[in-house]
């Protein structure tokens, strides 16, 4: 996974990793999300690749629009 740069300095993000159809994301919490094409939309989970690339607005971008649209969720020990 991949350090969240959180260049905004208030995220509660903290890694992702993207996939060809799909992204996770782990929060400070512990847990893990899976968001896929099939649960969030694929236009969305673009959307949340380029942001966690960019290092800027990827929480913000999922508790405004994507909410619960998860594939898993899982706790990260």
């Known amino acids: 996974m991949h350090r969240y740069r959180n260049l905004e300095g208030h995220s509660g993000v903290l890694l992702y990793e993207i996939h060809p159809e799909a992204i996770t994301v782990r929060?400070?919490?512990?847990?893990?999300?899976d968001y896929t094409y099939a649960s969030t939309g694929r236009a969305r989970v673009e959307t949340?690749?380029?942001?966690a690339t960019a290092g800027r607005g990827l929480s913000t971008f999922i508790s405004?629009?994507?909410?619960?649209?998860?594939?898993?969720?899982r706790e990260h020990k």
Request: glycine share 10%.
């Open 27 to 33: 929060f400070a919490g512990g847990f893990e999300y």
């Open 48 to 51: 949340m690749k380029a942001l």
């Open 64 to 73: 405004r629009y994507v909410r619960e649209a998860y594939a898993a969720k």
